[in-house]
């Protein structure tokens, strides 16, 4: 059976991102129809305004609903490479055109957005054991300029219970020294202590400060 429920669990629709990857968009939500299997069958795709995903798949040459596709355990060599053709291009919906909601202060989803905006970058999920971290990294040279994460406070040395949204940048050795203060500005959290530093993003360091150190360490990641 297709299952869009865990491919879609905890994301969004980005409306701007859909068009870009040929959803049509009315009044009850996006649209999209894709070939699968070389042209054997017709996946039609639906997307509410809310995020709830549902799929149709149609047998191209009889114009029929292909139900074995939605029937839990279904098994077969063929209707096994039917779902799988249909969940590899709804796992590339999933990743282009949602936004994960993992990280949810304010402070973090602006400085996600300046990236996107700077440099066309957007959160890289690399870990499905770890679906907390996330990184960016420069297109060019494939290295990771920032990392995102959310961490038990108490592992910082923080008061309080709950996890804390954070970010790791790249920085000179001497900046990093110089950064530390266990207070907004950590030792690195799974990083090299020594070139990262790890920023508590709890509003303390303003914004723009943080995207300008963001900069810095786009730079360094060459």
């Known amino acids: 059976m297709i299952d869009t429920q865990s491919m879609f669990k905890g994301r969004t629709p980005n409306a701007a991102r859909l068009a870009d990857f040929g959803f049509s968009h009315s009044d009850s939500g996006f649209y999209a129809e894709c ?12 997307i509410s305004d809310a995020g709830e995903v549902s799929v149709k798949v149609i047998d191209a040459e009889n114009l029929t609903e292909y139900t074995p596709a939605y029937v839990p355990g279904a098994c077969g060599e063929f209707v096994g490479a039917v779902i799988y053709a249909c969940e590899e291009h709804l796992r590339l919906i999933a990743q282009n055109c949602f936004d994960r909601e993992v990280f949810k202060s304010q402070q973090a989803r602006r400085i996600i957005e300046y990236a996107y905006c700077e440099y066309g970058d957007r959160l890289e999920f690399l870990w499905d ?9 420069r297109k060019d040279t494939g290295k990771w300029y920032a ?40 030792p690195a959290y799974h990083m090299n202590k020594k070139h990262w530093y790890t920023i508590l993003l709890d509003g303390s360091v303003p914004t723009q400060d943080i995207c300008g150190r963001l900069n810095s360490s786009y730079v360094l990641a060459k």
């Open 35 to 46: 070939d699968i299997l070389d042209g054997q069958f017709k996946m039609s795709v639906f």
């Open 129 to 137: 054991k770890f679906p907390d971290n996330a990184v960016l990294r």
């Open 147 to 186: 990392a995102f994460l959310t961490v038990e406070r108490a592992k910082l040395g923080l008061d309080g219970t709950g996890r804390a949204e954070i970010i790791d940048l790249r920085a000179l050795p001497e900046e990093v020294l110089t950064a530390v203060d266990n207070r907004s500005f950590f």
